[in-house]
């Protein structure tokens, strides 16, 4: 969709901020272009809707040489989203959203239709935000809009400049989640300049790692960070890689133990019977369904009881789908200070599938590392264990 050829920007100065650069962005791709401050991220994006012209190599949207279309019609295919929005002051939030389709001489009810639909799909009601004017939102709620107006003509190419750069951590991990969610649905093919590894990591398809000028890997997060390229990458994606490894590295069914499991209408003089014949501490508890309901621990109850399960399982207070990152899974642990997470079907309506536990989680990590590793020399994977992770953690 978006592709780079031989690229170099030379500025009047003689500054060379790209420098050969080749590479190319498939359709419904999200790649994140990260890197230290002034390494060429931002000269690269602006190329691709010629607010910057290189000096030598072509670039192709689409498969057309973009030199040879009008900047102006060119822009009309890219949404634009920076850091400081740019909204209109004097404008209501609608009128800011339809911009695009104004200019593009859309009848005024269809623009501002197509501008509420999409408010609405970045999570602000037109109802209660569409009259409002910019000065009257916060800063997360003013990137929404920019986002909304970006989108507002259906373009093909979203080019996001830091978009989410001026707001706190909280809000920031907020608005990277939702705009995950956005993406899904609208599949647009995106180049995102970020100078946050996490962010990268956290939003990209794949990634493509800065150095000065040019692009020192562009992979997967996983494999960036499970199988860094060169030792500036390793060394930019920082010591705690096994960390942020966690965050891309999803729990699996066959990382998952299988404890005793009891139901919530078998007795409970039963169930106990059996725990302790077969040495387990506790069991899960699930309903008629098999449903996770809870656990109950295999001490404290005479086998004489007549009760029901029912009348003594606790609930779960720490339980994660299946899919979900395994940083969530420790991140549960610790919270819950829980030795074991309880793992569910995220299709049905909690069906049971097995406990992950600390071991489990690591064996999870090394297989990930060792899939992405294969051609890397061990001694050059050097990744925390779930041991070191711990106290990296906990310091
Ligand atoms: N108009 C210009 N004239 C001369 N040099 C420039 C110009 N614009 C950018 N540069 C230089 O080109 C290099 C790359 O700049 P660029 O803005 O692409 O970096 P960046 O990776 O986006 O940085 P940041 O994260 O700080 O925004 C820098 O050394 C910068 O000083």
Redesign the pocket.
């Known amino acids: 969709m978006i592709r780079f050829e031989h690229v170099t ?1 030379r ?3 003689g ?4 420098d050969d650069l080749s590479f190319e962005v498939a359709e419904g791709e999200l790649v994140t ?1 990260v ?12 190329m691709v809707n010629r607010l ?1 012209e290189p000096t030598e190599g072509r670039i192709f949207l689409d498969g057309d040489d973009i030199s040879a279309i009008d900047p102006v019609r060119l822009r009309r295919r890219i949404g634009y989203v920076i850091q400081q929005v740019g909204l209109f002051p004097h404008c209501t939030v609608l009128e800011n959203t339809a911009t695009v389709p104004h200019l593009l001489g859309w009848k005024r009810g269809k623009g501002r239709e197509r501008a509420a639909e999409l408010l609405d799909l970045v999570g602000l009601d037109p109802s209660v935000y569409g009259d409002r004017y910019p000065e009257q939102l916060s800063g997360g709620q003013r990137q929404r809009v920019g986002v909304a107006r970006a989108l507002a003509a259906d373009p093909p190419v979203l080019l996001m ?2 978009p989410f750069g001026a707001v706190d951590p909280v809000v920031r991990e907020r608005l990277q989640n939702e705009f995950l969610k956005l993406q899904a649905q609208v599949r647009k093919t995106v180049l995102f ?1 970020t ?1 946050d590894i996490e962010e990268a990591v956290r939003l990209g398809d794949r990634i493509a790692v ?1 150095g000065q ?1 040019s692009i020192e890997q562009f992979d997967s997060p996983a494999t960036v960070l499970g199988a860094p390229a060169t030792p500036y990458v390793a060394d930019f994606v920082g010591a705690d890689r096994g960390l942020k490894r966690l965050s891309v590295t999803p729990i699996e069914e066959g990382d998952l133990e299988q404890p005793p499991v009891v139901h919530l209408d078998d007795s409970l003089a039963r169930a106990t019977e059996r725990l302790r014949a077969e040495g387990a501490r506790w069991a899960v508890v699930l309903d008629g369904e098999d449903n996770l309901h809870g656990w109950i621990p295999a001490d404290g109850f005479t086998t004489k009881t007549k009760d029901t399960v029912r009348a003594h399982a606790r609930r779960m207070e720490a339980w994660l789908p299946v899919g979900a990152p395994l940083k969530q899974a420790f991140a549960t642990m610790l919270q819950h200070d829980a030795g074991w997470i309880a793992v569910i079907d995220k299709e049905s309506n909690g069906h049971f599938l097995g406990v992950l536990t600390p071991a489990r989680l690591h064996e999870a990590l090394r297989r990930s590392i060792d899939a992405d590793a294969q051609d890397v020399p061990r001694a050059e994977v050097a990744v925390e264990t779930v041991e070191s992770v711990t106290k990296t953690a906990s310091r």
Do not use: Q, W
């Open positions: 920007k500025y009047a100065d500054t060379t901020a790209v272009l890197g230290p401050s002034g390494c060429g991220k931002t000269t690269t994006m602006k910057i400049d830091e300049v100078h800065y000028g």
